[in-house]
């Protein structure tokens, strides 16, 4: 009797084993379904996207950097999205569908644009679309300073070098002028051209206060005398004259 109740036993077992295996391969945990969905599209290029903040060349994308995509859920679940990585930018997000139909999805831009121009992304899946990426030159910080000067006359300007008639400028022809930087940023300061002459100078200030700018001259001079010259620095001007001699 004993031996027909573990045959029994066994063969309910063997029956039993095969549907739990089934039953165990159909069962995923709740909220670990893939959700299914389509990108909106018209023709592979994505319908209603929104591109957020600005894109410069050689600056990092922040929080403000992302693109709006348009997909259509038909099936609830977990979503996983990322573009194609081009010009150093890739977009990407990691969430949930909690409901089907037209939704919008938030793709977070991330690195550091290579290089200005025009770029295609492409969304990844099945249905992938793409949409383009203008990014513009890095935008340049101008400092803001004053030439110190007396009623428009440039103060304490030092020539250097010998200004004569027929002689071009050379390396030593150069002119120090006093400036005063309220906050540090590029700049580019210049005269007019008077007698065949004229100086300038560009490059950052990278601090406040006080400071002695050198302007290279060039060209020759036409003409012996005296000749006023305006200087252009900022928003202001000044004077200052170039005694041009003979020998």
Known sequence: ??????????????????????????????????????????????????????????????????????????????????????????FSAVGKFTSTGVQTVRLQGTGKPAAKGIFAYNTSGASACAFVLTVDEKSVDYAVYTVYETYLVCQQPVLHGQFIKSVPLSTMNTAVFNIHVVAPGAFAIFTDNVNGIY?????????????????????????????????????????????????
């Open 1 to 90: 009797m004993k031996k027909h109740q573990s045959i029994l036993a066994a063969s309910v077992l063997l029956l039993t084993i095969p549907l739990l295996l089934s039953m165990c391969k159909k069962y995923r945990p709740e909220g670990d379904e893939l959700a299914q969905y389509q990108f909106v599209n018209t023709a592979g290029i994505c319908s209603g996207t929104v591109i957020s903040g600005e894109y410069h060349a050689g600056i990092a994308l922040i929080a403000n950097n992302a693109i709006m995509v348009q997909v259509n859920v038909t099936k609830v679940g977990k979503y996983t999205i990322a573009t194609t990585s081009l010009n150093n930018v890739q």
């Open 199 to 247: 100086f300038n100078a560009s490059g950052t200030f990278t601090a406040t206060g006080d400071q002695t700018v050198i302007l290279h001259g060039f060209g020759t001079p036409a003409d012996t005398g005296n000749f006023n010259f305006n200087l252009h620095a900022g928003n202001g001007s000044c004077s200052f004259r170039v005694s041009c001699t003979s020998s």
